[in-house]
């Protein structure tokens, strides 16, 4: 992994409609410049379910669909190359057939298929999935706005694979952060997400230790479509 760092992409990031998720292939046609991006922890509650799926929000052991307000995001990967440099960043392509997970909790903080201290999920699958970019880069998910629990602010993990074959050999993982008077509002408006006594106080971004080690460049611009939000977030992985 030192030799295999990862990048955000600086310039317009071509937040998608929520429907549809037209891609900014403007954006993708010229050349784009990179910066280093930090790489986060990958926490307790990853599992490699293998489930190949773009809408995320069933649980395939019994079909059921998690509520909360949907949240569509798009994750673009990028190649940097190894010619020349722009300003502080560093050229790079779309990276095609690379394999991206995410996962997070439901509107009331828990993952699935994992044994807690407050819960055990295992057996179930909802909230988890990955996809393969395509020849843009991209990938697309369906999912929701996530929930939280004591001790961390509002997440998303993912995880960056650019050879199956090599389970943890070539992989970043990281996670997605929201504006935190956005989730006041979403928290506030939609029943979901409404707790019943005897939680602590929500953590919020500049609580939370793992946001502090580099969180504030993995923000997540939220677009209003009149369902929920739609997303797009841009990572590239250096490979010279």
Known sequence: M???KMLTLIG??????????SSANESVRRTLSCVLTPQQTEGPYFVDEHLH??????????????????????IRVFAAGTGTKAGNGIDCKPLA???????????????SDVTDSSF????????????VTDT????????????????????????????PE???????????????SITDL???????YARKGGYLPRTRNEGDSIFREGGDQLMLTLLETGEGYATTFDVGLETG
Request: hydrophobic residues 30%; glycine residues 10%.
């Open 53 to 74: 799926r773009s809408d995320i929000r069933s649980d395939p052991s019994d079909g059921s669909i998690k509520e909360g307000l949907p949240l569509a995001l798009e």
């Open 2 to 4: 030192n030799r295999r």
């Open 136 to 163: 843009s880069g991209s990938v697309r998910f369906l999912t929701i706005y996530p929930g939280w629990y004591p001790g961390r602010t509002v997440h998303i993990h993912f995880k960056i694979r650019t050879d």
């Open 120 to 131: 055990n999920t295992v057996g179930k699958k909802f909230l988890r999935g990955y996809q």
């Open 186 to 192: 979403v928290y506030a408006r939609q029943r979901a």
């Open 166 to 180: 090599y389970a943890r050999a070539r992989e970043f993982t990281s996670q997605l952060y929201f504006n935190d």
């Open 12 to 21: 317009a990031a071509g937040i998608n409609k929520f429907s549809g998720y």
């Open 97 to 111: 057939g690379a394999s991206v997970d995410i996962w997070h909790c439901d509107a009331q903080g828990i993952y």
